[in-house]
């Protein structure tokens, strides 16, 4: 597609095009292998010996049902819309607070007609969370539990329809602040909601370790909280609203734009550090812009092309404009870019802000991503509540089916997002395969699960399915386009016409 060059673009074609460059398989390997020992992963490995690139072999048996490969996510986010229904942690994604507070908040945005499924568009998350923040867990109510409860049995005691019921806001409010506690909860503990370090109320933690983590890997550069280490908080609150409004992907580009910044930073404040130690030394003489190679090297093994370029024509555009499609994609990137670097443009990285390592980088995630979910503790609970023996039951619905009857149908919401997980990218895709990403029960928290539909030998390649492989030929074919290839699995080309 012909494209103007932005002066970035222009100034700093040579690095632009070192970034976007494909690794030496030797470093692709490399890579790969310290990443598989990292994790303690001796049973698989990641290897090129197929006409698709890269994919994983298992290097042993595995059984059906057995765990393959746990992927810790390198940058992730969870949907805007997706804030109002799940309070999870930012970093690791895993659900936080309490099964009250949880409950609390989804009736809370409900109340205010911001739900997701109320068609918000998610604009108004920051607003309104701080709204909720104010309301709920910042301070606590010392008598609210009692007239909580007597609320509820008032309500339990009309409510016989299956539409939503509102609860009174005390109910709403006692939830959140934590004057409530619900009948059995304690039997599902779930870690403290930590605030962000910034000061933003719109990023809470699991832990102490994932707030300092993400604060250094992404946070500290996207935080809209005084403490915030952006340019300007006016304009990274327009490059939120931006996304929220359009495409939140930027979101997520603008968390691997940060993450390699952070990691240049950190290299070479180490560099720095290692030369003022021995000066004379024969010291390795880094420019910044082997930093900034050494810095985005997670990011330059997944990808592949430009988003507008990569990016499935959808359904509804004519072929015929197909051409002022990408290019409205590609302007629409651009916008965001711009909208991003007033927020936290850093010279020393200024490749990172050109229009093509932007297009790469949501390409990648195009391509490459995988749904992020985590089961909401909010369904387990509502299921051991109907679990229970009768009389127990009966007493602690007089507190929960009011409750149940004001959440509606949609009592309990995954977490949703999208995440860019290493490993798992390098699993190629069959309309047969044998394994597939599953979250058992235990795993609680956003990293990539992989388990053995069947037997795996030693040697044989794991394959997942991208789509759903039961659909037929034709339709699996045609999904296959928004990924770039046609499949000639064993199912394909059995059931080719
Ligand atoms: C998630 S990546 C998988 C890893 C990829 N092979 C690599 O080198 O990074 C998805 C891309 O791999 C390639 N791919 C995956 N499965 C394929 C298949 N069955 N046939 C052809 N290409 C495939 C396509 O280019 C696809 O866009």
Redesign the pocket.
């Known amino acids: 597609m012909a494209a103007t060059l932005c002066p970035i673009e222009e100034k700093w074609s040579g690095a632009i095009a070192s970034l976007l460059r494909p690794p030496p398989p030797l470093q692709v390997q490399e890579y790969f292998d310290q990443l598989l020992f990292d994790r303690n992963c001796s049973s698989i490995k990641v290897k090129?010996e197929n006409?698709?690139?890269?994919?994983v072999y298992a290097d042993g048996d595995f059984e059906e049902g057995e765990l393959i490969l746990k992927d810790p996510i390198l940058v992730g986010m969870q949907h805007s819309s997706n804030k109002f229904d799940c309070l999870v942690c930012s970093f690791c994604f895993r659900f936080i607070g309490s099964i009250e507070l949880q409950i609390g908040r989804k009736l809370y945005f409900q109340s205010i007609g911001v739900s997701a499924n109320g068609g918000c568009d998610g604009e108004t998350f920051s607003a309104v969370s701080k709204d909720c923040y104010d309301a709920g867990f910042s301070h606590m109510e010392e008598d609210s539990h009692l007239r909580t409860h007597e609320n509820l049995e008032n309500c339990a005691s009309s409510s016989s329809s299956k539409d939503n019921i509102p609860v009174p806001k005390e109910v709403v409010d006692s939830l959140m602040n934590g004057g409530l506690v619900l009948p059995y909860s304690t039997e599902f503990p779930l870690p403290s909601a930590i605030s962000c370090p910034g000061g933003c109320k719109e990023a809470f933690y699991c832990s102490k370790s994932c707030a300092e983590d993400d604060w250094k890997l992404s946070h500290s550069l996207l935080c809209t909280g005084e403490r915030s280490k952006s340019l300007s908080r006016e304009a990274l609150s327009k490059f939120i609203q931006h996304a929220n409004g359009t495409n939140d992907i930027f979101l997520l580009a603008a968390k691997a734009i940060c993450f390699t910044i952070s990691r240049y930073r950190k290299l070479k404040e180490d560099y720095l550090k290692e030369q003022e130690k021995c000066p004379s030394a024969n010291a390795l003489d880094r420019s910044d812009l082997s930093l900034l190679l050494e810095a985005w090297k997670p990011i330059s093994?997944?990808h592949?092309g430009r988003w507008w370029d990569c990016i499935a024509l959808p359904d509804d555009v004519d072929s015929s404009d197909e051409a002022s499609f990408r290019m409205e994609i590609r302007e629409l990137a651009n916008t965001s870019l711009q909208l991003l670097k007033a927020a936290i443009f850093d010279k020393e990285c200024e490749p990172l802000f050109s229009l093509e390592i932007y297009g790469h980088i949501i390409g990648m995630f195009e391509?490459?991503n995988l749904d992020l979910i985590v089961a909401s503790p909010v369904e387990d609970y509502f299921l051991y509540i109907d679990d229970l023996p009768e009389l127990k039951k009966k007493e602690a619905e007089i507190i929960t089916r009011p409750i149940l009857d004001a959440l509606g149908d949609d009592y309990s919401v995954c977490c949703e997002g999208t995440a860019f997980f290493p490993l798992q990218?390098?699993?190629?895709?069959?309309c047969c395969p044998n394994a597939k990403a599953f979250k058992r029960e235990k795993d609680k928290d956003g990293q990539a699960t992989i388990i053995a539909l069947r037997p795996i030998g030693k040697g044989e390649e794991v394959?997942i399915s991208?789509i759903d492989e039961d659909l037929t030929y034709e339709e699996r074919q045609a999904s296959?386009v928004d990924?770039?290839?046609?499949?000639?699995?064993s199912k394909c080309l059995e059931e080719q016409p």
């Open positions: 090129q006409d698709f690139g890269k994919g093994f997944g592949k391509l490459n990218s390098c699993m190629n895709h069959s394959t991208y296959l990924y770039g290839f046609e499949c000639k699995c």
